[in-house]
Antibody
Framework: QLQLQESGPGLVKPSETLSLTCTVS??????????WGWIRQPPGKGLEWIGSIYYSGSTYYNPSLKSRVTISVDTSKNQFSLKLSSVTAADTAVYYC???????????????????WGQGTLVTVSS | QSALTQPASVSGSPGQSITISCTGT?????????VSWYQQHPGKAPKLMIY???NRPSGVSNRFSGSKSGNTASLTISGLQAEDEADYYC????????????FGGGTKLTVL
């Protein structure tokens, strides 16, 4: 059974960098069938896709966050990570990691549903 | 990029059927069959209920079904049960940027 687990500080100061890691167990991150993504949910609000990575290292980011986001992968540890710089109180949220289905056709690839999710971790931005 | 449009809330009585709509554009819902639906109970992670518009993952009740017409996708829950009370989110691949995923704003389902 695939499992994803987020880890990282629960409190980050304004203007600093938020760093989270997602550890994947029960399956390999080096699969051509999936992307690995980060999604966040501010308290009482909806879901927001932050970005995704393919095991080869190709990254895809939400344009609204692109200037502050870096997602990386470590296939040797079966982990992928999120860094969000220059955080403000608006970045306070539950952060989820998830596995997304990957479809390829005619030379293009598309991201589909997130079939496995981590339990989520609350990150609060406050001094 | 705007989120997909969902009603803020829907309600129904046990045993009834309800439908939640998810409206996008030809760049997302209308252009691709990569629409999915998630159920989220308070304090829990989202759970995949429907993928590729109408497919159910293993273990998801057949009371849940999905469909799409034009730029609008729909989730139908039949035979409502108390345990179905939750927030529901739709999601779609969108071509408005390089590999981009967009979510709906969420719908609160109340079982009366």
């Amino acid at each position: 059974q695939l499992q994803l687990q987020e880890s990282g500080p629960g409190l980050v100061k304004p203007s600093e960098t938020l760093s989270l890691t997602c550890t994947v167990s029960g399956g390999s991150i080096s699969s051509s069938s999936y992307y690995w993504g980060w999604i966040r949910q501010p308290p009482g609000k909806g879901l927001e896709w932050i970005g995704s990575i393919y095991y080869s290292g190709s990254t895809y980011y939400n344009p609204s966050l692109k200037s502050r986001v870096t997602i990386s992968v470590d296939t040797s540890k079966n982990q992928f990570s999120l860094k969000l710089s220059s955080v403000t109180a608006a970045d306070t949220a539950v952060y989820y990691c998830a596995r997304h289905m990957r479809y390829c056709s005619g030379g293009s690839c598309y991201s589909g549903a997130g079939d496995y999710w981590g339990q989520g971790t609350l990150v609060t931005v406050s001094s | 990029q705007s989120a997909l449009t969902q009603p803020a809330s829907v309600s129904g009585s046990p045993g009834q059927s309800i439908t939640i709509s998810c409206t996008g554009t030809s760049s997302d819902v209308g252009g691709y069959n990569y629409v999915s639906w998630y159920q989220q109970h308070p304090g829990k992670a989202p759970k995949l209920m429907i993928y590729e518009v109408s497919n159910r993952p293993s273990g998801v009740s057949n009371r849940f079904s999905g469909s799409k017409s034009g730029n609008t996708a729909s989730l139908t829950i039949s035979g409502l049960q108390a345990e179905d009370e939750a927030d529901y989110y739709c999601s779609s691949y969108t071509s408005s940027s390089t590999l981009y995923v967009v979510f709906g704003g969420g719908t609160k389902l109340t079982v009366l």
